[in-house]
């Protein structure tokens, strides 16, 4: 399922969070009907929390709105969020933002929440449910090969012609170790494999009493689906995966230089291990006892 509006980044102080909701709150029920108005709270990370503000039904909310730079809120422009299809209950709360934020908070513990505007004030939707994550098959070789390529060159990305290339995808797919999340229309929109690599299993920050461990690696998100949490959604999905395989821990390497990477990582709890050198570049080890997802 797809969800459409005007992102926003929040700040997770009280104050603030209150504030830029009031505001963005009053400013869309200038423009909509109150009954139309949807926001979708999700992506949060330990400072910030996403908003995006949208119409019932995917609904029309073009405009050339602007928003002056403040310390409360952030506008992302237009975006599209996938979110699960199932899992989906509702609270009656009869409420204002002020009441919702101080009362009843948007809990932690789920990964989207939908707040609705009724005649008598919000409705609350959430779910604990994160996008499907699947096994990917020898068919989407075509497909997740571009998506590597798409990746080359971005931000912190340290991949070149050579890796991942069509042959190493191909026996991750062979070997059921490629996994996936696909989009509205079936396309694969982000990637990441169990690795079997000897040289990066052998090194010594690993705990033993973690073992067997599972390495996790070519994480990649299409360009487009980027900045609206898949690459935490991810990691998440893969912890469940590699402990139904029955490892206890997962670990991977992230490049130096990627830092953007390193911020969402550190976020998810992962202990940082050491560094080291491979393949050419510099990266940081990180590591996650399984028991604790």
Not at 83 to 100: A, M, S, Y
Not at 154 to 181: F, T
Not at 271 to 282: A, I, K
């Amino acid at each position: 399922m797809i969800f459409r509006g005007i992102s926003f980044r929040l700040s997770n102080e009280a104050e603030k969070q209150e504030q830029a909701l009031g505001f963005l709150w009053a400013f869309f029920a200038a423009n909509y009907s109150v009954q139309d108005i949807q926001v979708l709270a999700h992506n949060r990370t330990k400072n910030y929390i996403e908003f995006v503000f949208g119409i019932a039904d995917n609904g029309d909310i073009g405009g050339a709105f602007s928003f002056a730079e403040n310390d409360a809120f952030l506008c992302n422009g237009f975006k599209e969020v996938l979110v699960p299809d199932k899992g989906w209950k509702t609270d009656e709360f009869q409420t204002n933002w002020h009441e919702l934020l101080t009362k009843k908070g948007l809990a932690g513990d789920v990964s989207y929440q939908i707040v609705e505007g009724t005649m008598d004030g919000l409705r609350v939707k959430y779910t604990a449910q994160y996008p499907d994550l699947e096994r990917l098959q020898l068919t989407d070789l075509d497909g997740v090969t571009r998506l590597y390529h798409m990746a080359l060159g971005s931000p912190g990305c340290v991949w070149d012609d050579n890796y991942p290339d069509r042959e190493l995808i191909s026996q991750d797919l062979q070997a059921g170790d490629l996994y996936g999340i696909r989009n509205a229309k079936g396309e694969v929109i982000a990637a990441v494999a169990k690795d079997r690599d000897e040289e990066v299993d052998s090194l010594p920050f690993w705990t033993k009493e973690y073992a067997p461990g599972a390495e996790l690696a070519r994480l990649v998100v299409h360009e487009g689906w980027k900045n609206q949490g898949l690459a935490r959604v991810l990691h998440i999905q893969m912890q469940k995966e590699m402990a139904k395989r029955g490892f206890h821990s997962v670990h991977f390497l992230v490049a130096e230089v990627n830092e953007p990477a390193r911020r969402s990582y550190e976020a998810l709890e992962y202990s940082f291990r050491g560094e080291t050198d491979l393949f050419g570049h510099h990266y940081f080890c990180y590591e996650k006892r399984l028991s604790e997802v």
